[in-house]
């Protein structure tokens, strides 16, 4: 794809949900948005300003209600369900809220998962690949650990070097520290920060905590499912 054009394009993006007798709630509203493929954006917002539905929409795990979602030039929603499936896979890497780690795996097990999709090539390296990663977000010696021995910024950790396992161009970041003290929660973003530097992939982070906006190479708030 053209280096120059923005990895993420919305265009006037509306999402809407049904909420029983409440009718329609607007989470986000006539939205347009670009981030151009190598920078580090950060939306902040208090809880319910629509961050996790504006990433959910960009990441293809959400459909707008009206309005284009344009990921590295394509059309998400125009994609069939296979083809979705395939780019989230190979293009985006998830990091979550809370961890999500399989708790029968270990930290290297948990890294591999995302290889074993349907939609992924096997890669001959991956595994040597899974512990190259854990090592490079300070996990080299918790490779067998389970996810219940290792503390909560030890499992986001994880949850990071799962992430980029598949190498991605885009990194999504939800509330990545909203459960970690201040001291990790500043580990965890400068980690993040650091792969962004060194491996030149693009990041789209939201945040409820101001003061985390540093971080980032760019800065956008949001508050009441706009962009303000």
């Excluded at 329609?24 to 920078?39: D, H, I, P, Y």
């Excluded at 948990?110 to 390296?125: F, G, I, K, W, Y």
């Excluded at 491996?199 to 945040?207: A, D, F, H, W």
């Amino acid at each position: 794809m053209d280096p120059h054009y923005p990895m993420i394009v919305l265009r006037d993006v509306t999402k809407m949900y049904a909420l029983g007798k409440k009718g329609l709630v607007t989470a986000v509203q006539g939205v347009n948005l670009e981030v151009s493929r190598g920078e580090f954006v950060i939306i902040t917002g208090r809880s319910g300003s629509g961050k996790t539905t504006l990433l959910n929409l960009v990441s293809g795990l959400t459909r707008p209600t009206s309005g284009e979602v344009l990921l590295d030039q394509v059309e998400v929603w125009k994609l069939p369900d296979v083809e979705q499936s395939r780019l989230r896979n190979q293009k985006i890497g998830f990091v979550f809220q809370f961890p999500s780690l399989m708790p029968s795996l270990t930290a290297w097990e948990n890294v591999l998962l995302p290889t074993m999709a349907e939609h992924v090539p096997q890669r001959s390296d991956a595994k040597a690949r899974a512990a190259e990663l854990l090592a490079e977000v300070g996990l080299a010696d918790k490779l067998e650990a389970y996810p219940r021995q290792l503390s909560a910024g030890q499992q986001q950790r994880v949850v990071i070097a799962r992430a980029l396992i598949n190498e991605p161009e885009l990194l999504l970041a939800d509330e990545p520290t909203s459960n970690l003290d201040e001291a990790t929660e500043h580990e965890i973003m400068a980690l993040i920060q650091r792969i962004y530097r060194e491996k030149r992939i693009t990041v789209l982070l939201v945040t409820h905590a101001i003061e985390l906006a540093r971080y980032g190479s760019r800065s956008v708030r949001m508050a009441g499912g706009r962009i303000v």
